[in-house]
């Protein structure tokens, strides 16, 4: 059974920092390329980051140069680091795995952890 259990979310400043972990569970978590999304209020839930299984990055434009994802394969958890926070970053932020086998691919997300950046 896959879980996938976010924390470190909370109420920061702007300009300030939090660091998002992600704790993986019921699968090969070292086969497997890791991801972000967020969703604010209203708003679609957007791409924010992913990693490969090699620990390849790719960021959304809007946290580029202030966002850093990294795995640590002998933890089975993904690392959020999110620096130079705005307002506009304010989400919940749910981590996200897509496992295949050779029938179809199977979709997990966690439960979302809250960020909330004051200005």
């Known amino acids: 059974q896959v879980q996938l259990v976010e924390s470190g979310g909370g109420l920061v400043q702007a300009g300030g920092f939090v660091r998002l972990s992600c704790s993986a569970s019921?699968?090969?978590?070292?086969?497997?390329?890791m991801n972000w999304y967020r969703q604010a209020p209203g708003k679609p839930r957007d791409w924010v980051a992913s990693?490969?299984?090699?620990?390849?990055?790719n960021y959304a434009d809007s946290v580029k140069d202030r966002f850093t994802l990294s795995r640590d394969n002998a933890k089975n958890t993904v690392y959020l680091q999110m620096n130079s926070l705005k307002p506009e970053d304010t989400a919940v932020y749910y981590c996200?795995?897509?496992?295949?086998?050779?029938?179809?691919?199977?979709?997990?997300w966690g439960q979302g952890t809250q960020v909330t950046v004051s200005s």
């Open positions: 019921g699968f090969i978590f070292s086969d497997n390329s």
């Open positions: 990693i490969t299984s090699g620990g390849s990055t």
């Open positions: 996200n795995v897509v496992t295949s086998d050779w029938i179809r691919s199977y979709t997990y």
